[in-house]
């Protein structure tokens, strides 16, 4: 572990940095090049499909800088990013820092929650199913986690709406609530309709992480050499918890994506649905920040779960390091 | 504790006999469409949405009068094509892709990764509107925007199989022996990693039928009126008053079919697995 | 004025509407005179009972209202979605406004006077307090016009302005506003129903000309003021005592923005709200089937209609354009697919827009007139045969997003078309790309259009007019144009619109589908007044009130 600190480690490091920064580079052009791309136009989404002279389409063309060729309007956008200036939104006028910081409160609640309930119930019901392996209570759970795998998530989100919150009356139709009791209640069926798929996932790598260990020699030989099965299980779990771990880091960036439905159908004002609006609209400056914003979270993630392999297995490392 | 492994294989579980049974079916809907349902078009606007039981309409109609039934069937077809094609595009990809990445490294590696970080970090909505807007759309444009954004979770899949593969003793020594470098790859390394694959294909075939009617859901799949269960579902969240069966018949399909796939999937891979254990 | 809906645009996504917004608006006004005297349109409720439920004569201490779309800025110089017009117009005023006949009416303005077909002065009121108090001056006025001039400011309004020559203060409580060119849609402008919104100098200052935030809450002169406002969640109003009128029945209003339409239902059925906005068509028999609610339908003067290109291939066939005509059966889409909600369109104007001269009856009785081509399949095959393309063709046809009952429409009579060997491929698209395409002048194009004014005139002039997207010419209908466009007679001028659009019909530019109708929920504790489709751009809450 020593050798990690001091060692070729932080040049891998630095070369990840460098690595991310080059993607984010990339995919901010790109971006930019696939809304130049869209059809459609800003200045008549702005006005609407009202007569105007082609002066007024003008004006409003050149005050977006929407005249200017393509890549100096990148590298306008560039110039002024790289200051930490992402600009205003075109179609609601606003700052693009306020706008994202109020939206992602509730698109990073109602992730978080899924992430905290798929990781609560899916990684404990793996590790029993894994350990019952064969037995009835395994079978249900895996099945079910199955089913819960192929739902989509706004299917199971109409599902409970109309059960829990139109039926019961349990939990709120919409809105997201006041104070942190009353938003926990709002976003609660939508994490758990979240959650579900995630929940099914977390079950079935958990389960079989668990049993890859339990089948090793190690586990045998810790049987035959008469330790106890809490013990053994101990030395199991430690063991699978690593690329456990690492799995649910790359369910960072699918997250995300499962949130535009779930926003869409429990119609809350969210990340997700702020990103379809906004394409649709071309609305570059929120386009662009919310694709940087992301992708920053999975690159980090990304770098994460590979530092972990590292730190796992000293074949990689050696081999990683070493390129 | 894990029994033994010879019984176990001889007896095919009841869930995959089911699950075998549920996709055969659904194949031969989406077949022999024509002759399975051959009224699925058939609008009769005069008669509009009616709930279910009502004669000659099993499960009610749509808003256009037609049979829910047999609009259902019909969407079998494009149930298991385009994930079909979605599953065996993006494995193809990440099987060349990946293989060439984790048994080279160096350069063709990196801009392999930076390839998958790059499309894992592209918002899939953007990729889907635009794309449907430069090439219009439709339900083989959603496939392709669809392989696309598979393919890099299946290279890494396979980048990571095969680096694990890599320093293992029958590498080592062919690549001792002087073997041309993809002959290793492709003769040697890939039957290794074909259980992960293969297993990994059927679910990707689920996730890609619940993908499309996603995006069939926020209205990028198919064209309106077309035998879809994403789009029905969609449009029959509309009717949720007038006839509930509209929507819950496609979504039911939808989850079974799904589940069907995934657990033939998951016996697949406890099967290929043990084969390569034994062997 | 082409002005396509954007009503349609909120139903699911909430902002998309700003795309295609300013539009329900009222944009050209013929209207002036037109409405000056127009006796109000009756709402056609047809289905509604608008006036059942007896006036309590007691408050309403809150009405919760659902809102179909999700708002981010309530100012609609930046945002400009009608939604933010329903909302501004209860808070903010114009110097001029309108009232549910569709008649510019007084506001901030006691009196206009029109001294030149360029120049129109506004004697200021002198007893209007905004709501902090103050009073309302010229200075103010003006101020708000330089701000309402100011793309950066304003920048979905601001292109409205471009007509106007010089905003000056001609008296202590006089405004003068010179038009470049002789304009009768110039008396619009100023109105909070189209670019205006008054607010006190030292509040744009404060808020450094970004009102309608949340941190910058409007403010105005209006009967109600924000008092909480969550961007894309809820905005709370509250009765004013600066109002100068009549004190409203409403004390609070709360508008949640449940941009998605089931969801809005399930609201509903929830009893979360009194009353709520654009009840989407395809959903109206659920709604009416919600215990304790009314649903109120208007005439909305919107045109549905195909377009054909005459330029285009196979459309610059008469014979191909008419055996479309015949394949489709109007009665059945208006009866089964609207349900009833609409009216089978026998020409480009609206029955709405003949206010002053004829009932809505009336005129649709006039229109009537107008040569149709009957739904007969024979008749279609008929025609195709004789046609350039006996065998048939293969043609697409969009639709808009916002209006999906335009696609099960045309799924409708692409089954019909099928008969007669024509595949039309029917897509749909976000209403932006929607927009775009219409541009390019596609052979086979909807057109959804929200006629904003009472002039019958509005649409028929642009589709039949120069650049229209028919790329129609006839010179004797130019004529009869020009001919209407200078007649003062209001009947002898919809004789001659009437005549025009006849000589269209034989050409079959233009195949008119339905005219439509929007429709409100109301909750039965609730009663409206006099509802139409202007309704909700006027001082809105004075016409409600507690039923029994």
């Known amino acids: 572990m020593k050798g990690l600190v001091a060692g070729p480690v932080p040049a891998f490091v630095l070369r990840r940095a460098g690595a991310t920064v080059l993607l984010l580079l990339a995919l901010s052009l790109l971006v930019f090049g696939l809304l130049y791309l869209a059809p459609g136009d800003v200045a008549r989404n702005l006005l609407g499909t009202r007569n105007v002279t082609p002066e007024a389409l003008a004006e409003i063309r050149a005050r977006y800088h929407l005249d200017e060729p393509f890549l100096q309007q990148y590298w306008r956008w560039l110039t002024h990013a790289v200051t930490g200036d992402f600009g205003t939104s075109i179609r609601t006028g606003r700052p693009i820092g306020p706008l994202m910081l109020e939206k992602t409160g509730i698109t990073a609640a109602t992730a978080g929650l899924a992430f905290l309930l798929s990781v609560l119930v899916g990684i404990p019901a793996g590790i029993v199913t894994a350990v019952r392996r064969g037995r009835w209570l395994d079978r249900v759970l895996v099945t079910a986690s199955v089913v819960g795998v192929s739902a989509p998530g706004f299917a199971i989100g109409l599902l409970l709406l109309y059960v829990f919150a139109l039926g019961l009356g349990w939990f709120p139709i919409y809105g997201t609530g006041e104070g942190f009791l009353d938003g926990l209640w709002h976003l609660a069926l939508p994490a758990i309709a979240l959650a579900l798929g995630l929940g099914a996932f977390v079950v079935k790598l958990t389960r079989a992480a668990v049993i890859r260990e339990l089948d090793q020699d190690y586990v045998t030989f810790a049987r035959g050499r008469g330790l106890s099965e809490a013990a053994t299980l101990r030395v199991v779990l430690r063991n699978a918890a690593i690329p456990i771990v690492t799995s649910l880091g790359l369910m960072v960036a699918y997250l995300f994506g499962g949130t535009v439905l779930i926003e869409v159908t429990f119609a809350l004002p969210g990340l997700g649905a702020l990103m379809e609006e906004s394409v649709l609209f071309k609305d570059v400056p929120v386009v662009q920040a919310l694709t940087l914003a992301v992708a920053l979270v999975v690159s980090v993630t990304a770098f994460l779960v590979d530092l972990s392999y590292l730190l796992i297995d000293p074949r990689v490392r050696a081999r990683t390091v070493r390129r | ?279 | 004025m082409a002005d396509i809906d954007k009503r349609g645009a909120f139903s699911r996504r909430g902002l998309l509407k700003a795309a295609v917004t300013g539009v329900t608006i009222l944009s050209a006004a013929t209207l002036l005179e037109a409405c000056g005297a127009a006796p109000a349109p009756k709402s056609s409720a047809s289905g509604g009972s608008a006036e059942t439920g007896q006036d309590t004569g007691k408050d309403i201490e809150l009405l919760r209202v659902a809102l179909p779309g999700s708002l981010s800025n309530l100012y609609p110089g930046q945002e400009s979605g009608i939604l933010n017009y329903y909302v501004a117009a209860i808070c903010m005023e114009g110097l001029v406004g309108v009232d549910s006949s569709g008649a510019i009416v007084p506001a901030l303005a006691s009196k206009v006077e029109r001294t030149s077909p360029t120049t129109y002065v506004y004697t200021i009121r002198d007893d209007a307090k905004f709501h902090d108090g103050s009073p309302v001056t010229a200075d103010d006025i003006l101020h708000s016009i330089e701000m309402a001039r100011d793309a950066k400011v304003s920048p979905s309004t601001a292109s409205y302005w471009a007509n106007l020559d010089e905003a000056a203060k001609s008296g202590v409580n006089e405004i003068t506003l010179t038009s470049k060119t002789a304009d009768e849609a110039f008396g619009w402008i100023p109105s909070n129903v189209d670019a205006l919104w008054i607010a006190p100098k030292t509040a744009w200052e404060k808020a450094k000309n970004q009102i309608g935030t949340a941190q910058s809450p409007l403010v105005g002169s209006g009967p109600y003021k924000v008092t909480e406002f969550a961007p894309d969640s809820h905005v709370e109003l509250a009765r004013v005592d600066t109002w100068r009128g009549a004190r409203p029945k409403v004390a609070k209003i709360r508008f949640e923005f449940i941009a998605d339409d089931n969801t809005r239902l399930l609201a509903w059925k929830a009893n979360k709200a009194d009353m709520s906005l654009n009840v989407p068509l395809a959903q109206a028999r659920q709604w009416e089937a919600a215990p304790g609610t009314r649903v109120v339908y208007a005439a909305d003067r919107s045109y549905a209609g195909l377009t054909f290109n005459v330029t285009a291939k196979p459309f610059d066939d008469v014979r191909v354009r008419k055996a479309i005509a015949h394949a489709v059966n109007r009665d059945a889409i208006v009866k089964n697919i609207l349900h009833g909600r609409g009216q089978v369109a026998t020409a480009l104007s609206t029955p709405e827009q003949f206010g002053g001269l004829w009932t809505p009856e009336q005129a649709a009785k006039e229109l009537a007139a107008i040569p149709q081509y009957a739904y007969d399949l024979e008749q279609a095959k008929k025609e195709l045969a004789q046609s350039s393309v006996p065998n048939g063709f293969t043609a697409s046809l969009s639709y808009p997003n916002t209006g999906p009952h335009l696609g099960t429409a045309a799924l409708a009579f692409a089954a019909d078309l099928k008969k007669i060997g024509i595949t039309l491929d029917v897509k749909e698209l976000p209403i932006e790309q929607w927009l775009a395409e219409l541009n390019t002048f596609p052979p086979l194009s909807y057109m959804w259009y929200f006629n904003t004014t009472g002039d019958p005139g509005e649409l028929a002039n642009w589709f039949l007019g120069e650049g229209n997207p028919a790329k129609y010419a006839n010179d004797g209908i130019t004529d009869t144009l020009a001919k209407a466009g200078s007649e003062s007679d209001p009947a002898r001028r919809a004789a001659l619109l009437i005549e025009a659009q006849t000589a269209q019909a034989a050409d079959a530019a233009y195949l008119p589908l339905w005219w439509g109708q929007s429709a409100i929920a109301l909750s039965s504790a609730v009663g409206v007044r006099d509802y139409t489709s202007y309704t909700l751009l006027t001082d809105w809450p004075e016409h409600l009130y507690a039923a029994k």
């Open chain 2, 1 to 279: 504790m894990s029994g033994s492994p010879d019984r176990r294989r001889r007896r095919i579980p009841v869930v995959a006999i089911l699950s075998a049974v549920l996709l055969a079916f659904v194949a031969i809907c989406a077949l022999a469409q024509e002759i399975i349902a051959p009224k699925a078009l058939e609008q009769d606007i005069y008669l509009g949405v009616v709930g279910g039981g009502v004669e000659g309409h099993l499960f009610g109609t749509d808003q256009l009068g037609r049979d829910i039934l047999q609009l259902s069937l019909a969407g079998a077809r494009s149930a298991l094509a385009g994930p079909l094609v979605v599953a065996l595009g993006s494995m193809l990809i990440g099987f060349l892709l990946g293989t060439y990445a984790g048994y080279r490294g160096g350069v063709v590696d990196m801009l392999a990764g930076r390839y998958a970080d790059l499309l894992l970090a592209l918002p899939a909505v953007l990729l889907a509107i635009v794309v449907a807007g430069l090439v219009g759309r439709g339900y083989w444009v959603t496939v392709a925007v669809l392989i696309v954004l598979f393919s890099p979770s299946d290279v890494r899949l396979v980048r990571g199989a095969v680096i694990e593969q890599t320093p293992r003793p029958y590498i080592e020594s062919a690549r001792v022996l002087g073997i041309r470098p993809s002959r290793i790859m492709f003769r040697h390394i890939a039957p290794n990693i074909v259980p992960i694959v293969v297993a990994n294909l059927l679910l990707n075939v689920a996730f890609a039928l619940v993908a499309l009617s996603s995006l069939s859901y926020l209205g990028l799949g198919v064209p309106p009126g077309a035998p879809d269960w994403g789009r029905q579902l969609a449009d029959g969240r509309q009717l949720l008053g007038d006839n509930p069966l509209a929507a819950v018949v496609p979504g039911v399909l939808i989850i079974l079919t799904a589940t069907a796939v995934n657990l033939l999937g998951d016996w697949l891979s406890d099967l290929l697995d043990r084969r390569v254990v034994a062997r």
